[in-house]
Each structure stands twice: as structure tokens, then as C-alpha cells.
């Protein structure tokens, strides 16, 4: 009986073994709503969530960013639940511009279960005494001991690592609360320029020197959900703060963009001129799936937009019924005015959302053409006016 039982416990032990292995293996989702430099800044707006209710707490989870502290309300290891939280959120709170960060549980190595040691008897052997034998006399040796050279190894010398051409700049896009903001800006040598560089936010770059005789650059950000800000950029004087690297640090405040009652989408984008979605949309699509089913109440208006208001030769989805990529043998190909590719879209958006479960009767559609751009139409940013926005008409 005793023996079953311990036999029972191993079994026991190694399964709760490989379950935590297999949960220390699987990605965690984090809803995030807020990321921080200053612990301070970050206990502050903690403490501001969940006075609004929230079960927030702040951590540093990317350990490519170890200075970062990450706010967060949610946390799973299911991915479809994190993003229908995040589209509940987006729908009924401030946090407009919350999302997802995907990261490891713990150091995301499994545990192994150690077995246990059994120590085996140890065997007496009896002793053997053996005769004392008479040292051997061995003879001096005579022969001269003869030195090899040693030969001297050549130093290997690192390979000097160069440093990209220009100068080193950080943008810091960032609210003005100072939380930072995912995004990039565009640096160009005149506002009428038709060409520019991208760069990263709040990421270490290099910019050669403008060709102007200013010497000066035209900096504009690009921050989805946010105002774009222009500025003048003098590249012989950019600022006086200055980082670790020695890189100037060019600080912009940005401001979100106000539309109502609306859920913003940032990844919810079509194939150029198509009413057909990329696969990056599928996420947030399915998180605004969950939160119409668990909120059945809620009716919804989709709303299709595009850059301008001119025709355009492009496809829609014909008999196809692959929402998320291109099938030229299925998809319907022609010229289409803005107000039917925008209606196009939003009626995409709407099949989508039905062939997941959501009746038609709860979702209206509307195109909208180019007629409310965010950005100027043929500006560098133009193509960000090409989008999807959803409208909650009932709750």
C-alpha cells in the first residue's frame, strides 16, 4: 500500500512539473495603457487606474528596455482574450491608445523535475595488506635539459566597430504628462519635399547633415491615434540636453486626436486601393468580436475612409472569402469612386464581423471617401488617411 502511494506522488509531481513548464513556456499579453522613465510617473498613474477601478500595477516587462516601467490592467496567456479587453477598453474608457505587449512568463525556460538521489550501501572490502617493496635507486641524469622556445602568440587586435555617418539623435515623442509614445518621424530637407527619412521614436539614430544652405531639416511625427507636429530642425545646433552617447535629444509633445464616442483602430489597414484587409488586422478585429458578444446590446456604425477623393483602380472582394489577402481570381477588379471603395471596406469589415458570429442587423455601414482626412492629402502622411473607425450607436 505504501509503495502505491509513493508511486502515486512521483506521477503526481512530475505532471504539476510539466504543466508549469508548459506554462512558463507560453507568452503572456499584456494590456498596456501606459510606459514610463520614472518609477514615479508610473506609481502616480498607477495609483490614478485604479482609483477609476482598474486592477492596474506597474513593472519592468521588456527586458530590451530595462529603464521602462510598463503600466498594465490585464494580463493573459490567451491572446484572444487580452485584445477583446483591449477594445472593451478603447470603447468605454480614456485609454483610446492602449495595447498589446507580448512577453515571456518568468524567464520562459521549463522546469525540469529533479529525481530523486538513491544512495546505494557501500561494500566493506576487507583490507589487503601487500609486502613493502625496497625503493628503486634511480641514476642522476646527465644529459643537459634542453629549453624549446616559446613562441609568443601575435595579439589579436577587435575589429573596430564604426559608427553609422552623421549625427546621433533621439526624438522623444511623448504626451504632455510625459509618457511616451509609439511612433516615428519623418525628416525632410523643405515642407514641399517629396522624399524623406523615417526614424523610430525614442530610438538612438543617425542623420547625415541636410544639403540646403539653412542646414536645417523639417521634422514631422507620425503617431497613429495622434496629431502630427511639425518642426525646424537645425542640424549644427539641435539642443542643448544632450544623452550618454552624446546624441542630441530632441524632445515633441504630441496630443491624441479627438473624434467622439469612436474605437480607434492601429492595425486595421487594407492592401493599397483594395477594400480587402491586411493579416495585421485580424487581431484587434476579433477583440471588438468578443466585446459584441459579451456586450450584446451594442450596435455599431463601421465607418470606411480614404486618402482623397479621386477614382481609383483597385479591387474588392468579388466571391472571395479570404478577408485577410489578396486572390486575384476571385477578387473584383475596376475603377472605383472614393465613396464606393470606402463603402467597399466598410462592408468587408462588416462580412468579417458576421462570419464570427455577430448578427448583421447590429452593425450599419457607411463610406465616407476622402472627405474627413486626418492628414493632408498629399502630404508625406496621406496614406494614414486610408483606415477603418467604428462608431458605437447603442449600448
Known amino acids: 500500500m505504501q509503495k502505491s502511494l509513493r508511486v502515486l506522488l512521483i506521477v503526481l509531481l512530475i505532471a504539476s512539473g510539466s504543466q508549469l513548464a508548459k506554462a512558463q513556456g507560453e507568452p503572456n499579453y499584456y494590456v498596456i495603457i501606459g510606459v514610463f522613465a520614472r518609477q514615479d510617473y508610473a506609481l502616480r498613474f498607477t495609483d490614478k487606474a485604479n482609483q477609476h477601478g482598474f486592477n492596474a500595477q506597474y513593472a519592468i516587462i521588456n527586458p530590451s528596455r530595462p529603464n521602462w516601467y510598463y503600466v498594465s490592467v490585464f494580463q493573459s496567456t490567451e491572446k484572444r482574450k487580452a485584445y477583446a479587453f483591449l477594445i472593451r477598453l478603447r470603447a468605454e474608457s480614456e485609454h483610446k491608445q492602449a495595447w498589446i505587449y507580448t512577453g515571456q512568463v518568468g524567464d520562459g525556460q521549463p522546469t525540469e523535475q529533479q529525481k530523486p538521489v538513491v544512495e546505494k550501501p557501500v561494500e566493506e572490502k576487507p583490507i589487503v595488506e601487500k609486502p613493502v617493496e625496497k625503493p628503486v635507486e634511480i641514476p642522476p641524469v646527465t644529459d643537459p635539459v634542453v629549453q624549446n622556445p616559446v613562441e609568443e602568440k601575435p595579439i589579436e587586435e577587435k575589429p573596430i566597430v564604426k559608427k553609422p555617418a552623421g549625427k546621433p539623435f533621439i526624438f522623444k515623442l511623448q504626451t504632455?504628462?510625459?509618457?511616451?509614445?509609439?511612433?516615428?518621424?519623418?525628416?525632410?530637407?523643405?515642407?514641399?519635399?517629396?522624399?524623406?527619412?523615417?526614424?523610430?521614436?525614442?530610438?538612438?539614430?543617425?542623420?547625415?547633415?541636410?544639403?540646403?544652405?539653412?542646414?536645417?531639416?523639417?521634422?514631422?511625427?507620425?503617431?497613429?491615434?495622434?496629431?502630427?507636429?511639425?518642426?525646424?530642425?537645425?542640424?549644427?545646433?539641435?539642443?542643448?540636453?544632450?544623452?550618454?552617447?552624446?546624441?542630441?535629444?530632441?524632445?515633441?509633445?504630441?496630443?491624441?486626436?479627438?473624434?467622439?464616442?469612436?474605437?480607434?483602430?492601429?492595425?486595421?489597414?487594407?492592401?493599397?486601393?483594395?477594400?480587402?484587409?491586411?493579416?495585421?488586422?485580424?487581431?484587434?478585429?476579433?477583440?471588438?468580436?468578443?466585446?459584441?458578444?459579451?456586450?450584446?446590446g451594442y450596435k455599431i456604425r463601421v465607418h470606411g475612409h480614404c486618402n482623397g477623393n479621386q477614382d481609383k483602380e483597385g479591387s474588392i472582394l468579388g466571391s472571395s472569402t479570404n478577408f485577410f489577402a489578396l486572390e486575384p481570381g476571385k477578387n473584383k477588379i475596376g475603377k472605383f469612386s472614393a465613396k464606393e471603395l470606402t463603402t467597399e471596406r466598410a462592408a468587408t469589415v462588416k462580412a468579417y464581423l458576421v462570419s464570427q458570429g455577430i448578427a448583421a442587423s447590429r452593425i450599419d455601414i457607411k463610406g465616407e471617401g476622402g472627405k474627413i482626412p486626418l492628414y493632408p492629402e498629399g502630404g508625406t502622411l496621406g496614406q494614414y488617411n486610408d483606415r477603418i473607425e467604428i462608431e458605437i450607436t447603442k449600448r
Open 176 to 296: 504632455a504628462d510625459g509618457q511616451p509614445v509609439t511612433g516615428e518621424v519623418h525628416v525632410q530637407e523643405s515642407a514641399n519635399a517629396t522624399r524623406y527619412q523615417a526614424f523610430k521614436g525614442n530610438e538612438l539614430v543617425y542623420i547625415e547633415a541636410p544639403k540646403n544652405a539653412r542646414g536645417n531639416y523639417v521634422v514631422v511625427t507620425q503617431a497613429p491615434g495622434y496629431q502630427p507636429v511639425s518642426l525646424i530642425l537645425s542640424y549644427r545646433e539641435p539642443s542643448p540636453e544632450t544623452g550618454a552617447e552624446g546624441e542630441a535629444i530632441i524632445p515633441i509633445e504630441v496630443s491624441k486626436v479627438k473624434r467622439g464616442d469612436y474605437i480607434d483602430f492601429t492595425n486595421v489597414r487594407f492592401f493599397r486601393n483594395s477594400a480587402i484587409l491586411e493579416p495585421a488586422a485580424q487581431n484587434e478585429l476579433d477583440g471588438l468580436v468578443d466585446l459584441m458578444k459579451e456586450s450584446t
